[in-house]
């Protein structure tokens, strides 16, 4: 009965049923192309045509927390390639020393460490404050971070979810706090916020991760409607996974970059995207899960963030 319903219904409007369907199609068309179009030129045609800001000219100085591991120790060694004499700031300071001595040697650079523990009290930053003063700062990279050690239901987490909530929140808005001053005095500056892709997407069992991420994320992008006009830019990265110590995926391949690799494209877009995946991959990436109806994704997310609580905790009982 329904589907006679149905067919004599098209019967009857077949030509506009048409226009429907062309329009449809023209409309995903389009957005497929403008898609392709924005991932070629913010990550290809830019970083060809050099469009990305130079650093250089912003201030000799650049400081970036979390710097001794992963992504963070990229950003150093990249934006100390660029002759800009680097602050290290992270927790161990042996890791701080090797560090900075290998920047030395490599790039031909000054370099300055401040260990501290981001965990510690507010205290921190008056050391930190110390270091920096006098310092000609044109780059602030917030990268510091930390995770779960595997996906979580909420009510299961232990006090480790007040140290995250903490470490992915305060450094950066203090750091910014630091820095910014002397940027819009000069009336230039970049801060770099890393944030996540888990903080555009809500990410379930990782729940506290994912929303204080999207704290970066939000922090960023407000901050950046603030002080446009005063020339300083404050781009939001939101990396999917890193090969990092952090995300413990120790090979690279086209959707999980080293974070060299990482690092350097999404340095290719500094004034040319202030909210970005970072690279084409991650990109493509996001793509890809803003064409799942949301109930799905949902569902998808769960279940995979349940397997991998699973096997992580299989493999957690076979160590003990
Ligand atoms: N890797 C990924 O797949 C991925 C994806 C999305 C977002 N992110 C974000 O990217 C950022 C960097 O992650 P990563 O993967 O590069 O991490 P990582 O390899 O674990 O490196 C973390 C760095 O932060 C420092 N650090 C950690 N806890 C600290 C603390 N309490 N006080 C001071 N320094 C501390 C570490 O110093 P020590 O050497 O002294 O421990 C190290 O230099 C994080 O904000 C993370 O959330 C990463």
């Excluded at 023209?26 to 650093?55: E, H, Q």
């Excluded at 630091?178 to 903080?199: C, F």
Aim: proline share 3%; with cysteine.
């Amino acid at each position: 009965m329904a589907s006679s319903v149905i067919r004599s219904y098209v019967a009857k409007n077949v030509d506009s049923l048409a226009i429907v369907g062309a329009v449809a199609v023209a409309y995903c068309g389009l957005k497929l192309l403008r898609s392709i179009w924005r991932g070629f030129s913010v990550f290809i045609l830019a970083r060809a045509l050099g469009l990305s800001v130079n650093l250089k000219r912003l201030g000799s100085w650049a400081v970036i927390t979390g710097s001794t591991d992963g992504i963070g120790k990229a950003y150093a060694f990249e934006i100390a390639r660029m002759g800009i004499n680097v602050v290290l700031v992270s927790r161990s300071a042996e890791k701080l020393a090797d560090t900075a001595a290998e920047i030395e040697k490599k790039h031909n650079v000054k370099t300055k460490t401040v260990a501290v523990d981001f965990t510690a009290g507010p205290e921190i930053f008056d050391v930190i404050r110390e270091q920096l003063e006098d310092l000609e700062i044109g780059v602030l990279v917030n990268n510091v971070g930390m995770a779960y050690s595997h996906p979580e239901y909420f009510n299961l987490l232990d006090d480790k979810v007040r140290v995250i909530v903490s470490v992915l929140s305060c450094p950066l808005t203090l750091m910014t706090r630091l820095v910014l001053p002397g940027m819009t005095e000069r009336q230039k500056g970049v801060i770099i916020n890393v944030a996540s892709a888990s903080g555009v997407n809500p990410v379930p069992l990782l729940t506290v991760y994912s929303a204080t991420k999207a704290y970066v994320d939000f922090f960023s992008r407000a901050l950046q409607t603030e002080y446009r006009t005063k020339g300083i830019i404050i781009q939001s990265v939101r990396p999917f996974f890193v090969s990092t110590k952090l995300s413990k995926i120790r090979r690279a391949n086209l959707f999980v970059p080293t974070p060299t690799s990482y690092v350097r494209s999404a340095l290719a877009t500094i004034g040319v995207e202030t909210n970005t995946f970072g690279c084409m991959s991650h990109a493509f990436q996001n793509w890809l899960y803003d064409l799942v109806p949301k109930p799905i994704y949902d569902r998808l997310s769960l279940s995979m963030m349940v397997a991998t609580r699973k096997k992580a905790l299989k493999r957690a009982a076979k160590q003990d």
